[in-house]
């Protein structure tokens, strides 16, 4: 069973930073992504930034150019700095992992952290 701990949310000044943390821990075969996801009051979770397998990295439009998703693949973190926040930001943050859970698997399987609450206000 892969288990994900999130750290890194709080309260913040419009303007300010966050450094989002999601680390996995259990046994898989290979990551086929990872990423971030938020979900604010009265809204559908929605994509913030993934890295899919070969490194590539997709960002909503809304955070290009502010927010910046990184892996450590030897710790097993996936990080999100978060730069020019805006109260719009305001949301549940989830990460998120898909991987072959074996060797000759065919069906990923999706993990998703508990959530960390980022608050962007004056």
């Known amino acids: 069973q892969v288990q994900l701990v999130e750290s890194g949310g709080g309260l913040v000044q419009p303007g300010g930073s966050l450094r989002l943390s999601c680390a996995a821990s259990g046994s898989f075969f290979s990551i086929l992504a990872t990423g971030w996801y938020r979900q604010a009051p009265g809204k559908q ?9 070969g490194g590539i990295i ?7 150019g502010r927010f910046t998703i990184s892996r450590d693949n030897a710790r097993n973190t996936v990080y999100l700095q978060m730069n020019s926040l805006k109260p719009d930001d305001t949301a549940v943050y989830y990460c998120n992992l898909r991987v072959l859970p074996t060797y000759g698997s065919t069906s990923p399987n999706d993990y998703w952290g508990q959530g960390t609450q980022v608050t962007v206000s004056s």
Not at 45 to 53: D, F, G, K, N, P
């Open 45 to 53: 979770r929605a994509l913030v930034a993934t890295i899919v397998s």
């Open 58 to 64: 997709n960002y909503a439009d809304s955070v290009k």
